[in-house]
């Protein structure tokens, strides 16, 4: 590949604000140029269902479950897939999918082990996803397990259920350095991604600091051996203190009381007793900051980030069509005898979101959905769904994209422009963008070989599809000095 030594970014800013490369990955590592791909996009957790006449509509026409495929950030995610033959109209994908997390955010960070939210993407809850047709694999599928339930079985009393609320209402964008001794006090933070940046819920005023936050829980079990609440929620400090001091209260009930430094973010790791909850089975977590001194002008400033909760809950499913729940590692097998779940569709599907199987229900038994799950050492995750179509979430807009192979000389050059599509246009039918690559390329110009980059390519082929990020622009970059 031609060495790309000047670049030109037209009309457009660029954020450079990511360390020198960690590891030689682009973002396009997982494109095969040879096949045809089609995208979309969703921003909620669930099993999701995609039909043939969707892919057809996006240029997938003559579909073969056997040889599809599915990708998001890079990775295979696994499919169930109704045939392993040829697609006729009745026949569709299936999938769990999970809104935008922070995982393509790592690369920004100086310090990826200091990203604060690892759950939330920084642009956008909305994750994209990109499916084709191969000729090569792997290909990750959802395989059927058995589930022979035979003899007598004791029943499992709970299952996990989680509770995960990532807050988007401020930015906290990290530390301050320049500000401190002016009056009023400003906060200028660099441009890099550090500590403490992300989304947090507020930061309060100096006339009232405490931060309230409630959530309620659902089918709590509260039986024989029932466990405590694991909670975990991530404060943001905003000042220029040299420690922050918090001390968090679920429903007046003390949980922990922890310091640290100014303008980093701390993670509280507590177990709640189920006795705290409100018969309701709601919390309500009060942040008090301890530190503030007022005399100099210094407020314990805080945001909270994120909360989740992991609690127990009892096997009536109150008549849901799908549900997420999750089990602990445990030495022998697991019995579950789920009450209130819709069998509407027939017999419902149980995946194993970490082994990609899948357990078809036992229904034999009247208003039971049942199943025997072999021992396993780690936590598992489950998602339960009835085959009603109505009961997997849907893709509302599925369509055919082209990458362009930069590996191929006739897309190189050593002068590349970056824009948008919309700046083609100067109003009066002129493209100034085409005029300025001709100049670039003429003797006057320099003489270079220019090319034109369209922004929403980049997106697309360096950032799995994420619009707006600028790890984008960051792996093309390098990607073009390769």
């Not at 396009?28 to 269902?49: D, H």
């Not at 407020?299 to 980030?305: N, Q």
């Amino acid at each position: 590949m031609k060495r790309l030594y000047k670049i030109f970014v037209a009309l457009s800013i660029i954020l450079c604000a990511t360390n020198t490369l960690k590891a030689q990955t682009f973002g396009n590592e997982w494109i095969n140029y040879g096949q045809q791909y089609a995208k979309f996009s969703l921003y909620q957790n669930g099993m999701y269902r995609i039909s043939h006449a969707q892919l057809a509509s996006a240029g997938l026409s003559n579909s073969n479950g056997a040889t599809l495929q599915v990708f998001r950030d890079g990775q295979q995610v696994p499919i169930f897939v109704s045939t392993n033959g040829t697609f006729g109209a009745a026949d569709f994908i299936e999938f769990y999918a999970e809104q935008a997390n922070g995982k393509v955010d790592e690369a920004l960070f100086i310090d990826p082990n200091k990203q604060m939210n690892k759950t939330q993407n920084l642009i956008s809850d909305t994750a994209y996803f990109f499916v084709t047709q191969s000729n090569s694999g792997p290909y990750a599928r959802y395989a059927q397990a058995s589930n022979n339930i035979t003899g007598s079985q004791v029943k499992e009393p709970y299952v996990w259920d989680v509770q995960n609320i990532n807050f988007r209402n401020v930015l906290s964008q990290g530390p301050s350095y320049i500000g401190q001794s002016d009056n009023p006090i400003h906060y200028i933070q660099s441009s890099q991604f550090e500590e403490a940046e992300g989304w947090v819920n507020t930061f309060p005023s100096t006339s009232n600091l405490n931060i309230n936050e409630s959530f309620s829980m659902s089918n709590v079990y509260k039986g024989p051996g029932a466990p405590d609440v694991s909670l975990k929620t991530t404060v943001a400090g905003f000042s220029y203190l040299s420690l922050h001091k918090v001390k968090i209260e679920a429903n007046s009930n003390f949980l922990a009381e922890e310091t640290f430094p100014k303008f980093t973010a701390k993670e509280f790791n507590m177990s709640m007793p189920i006795n705290m909850l409100t018969a309701s089975n709601s919390v309500s977590l009060l942040y008090t900051p301890q530190n503030s001194q007022s005399s100099f002008n210094l407020y314990d400033r805080i945001g909270v980030s994120n909360i989740n909760a992991r609690y127990a809950r009892t096997t009536n499913f109150n008549g849901f069509n799908e549900k997420y729940f999750e089990l602990n590692a445990k030495s022998g097998s697991y019995y579950l005898e789920l009450d209130d779940f819709s069998i509407l569709g027939g017999a419902p599907r149980l995946y194993d979101l970490d082994a990609n199987q899948y357990y078809n229900a036992d229904i034999s038994v009247p208003n039971k959905v049942r199943f025997l799950i072999p021992a396993n050492t780690n936590l598992k995750r489950f998602y339960l769904v009835n085959l009603l179509p109505s009961s997997f979430k849907t893709v509302s807009k599925i369509e055919s994209v082209t990458f362009k192979n930069y590996s191929n000389a006739a897309n190189q050059g050593n002068y590349i422009i970056i824009t948008h599509p919309y700046y083609y246009d100067g109003g009066n039918g002129a493209n100034y963008v085409n005029d300025y690559k001709n100049f670039r390329s003429s003797a006057s110009g320099g003489g270079y070989n220019s090319i034109v980059a369209e922004i929403d390519d980049l997106y697309n082929e360096f950032g799995y599809g994420y619009a707006f990020h600028s790890q984008a622009i960051t792996n093309f970059l390098n990607y073009s000095h390769n």
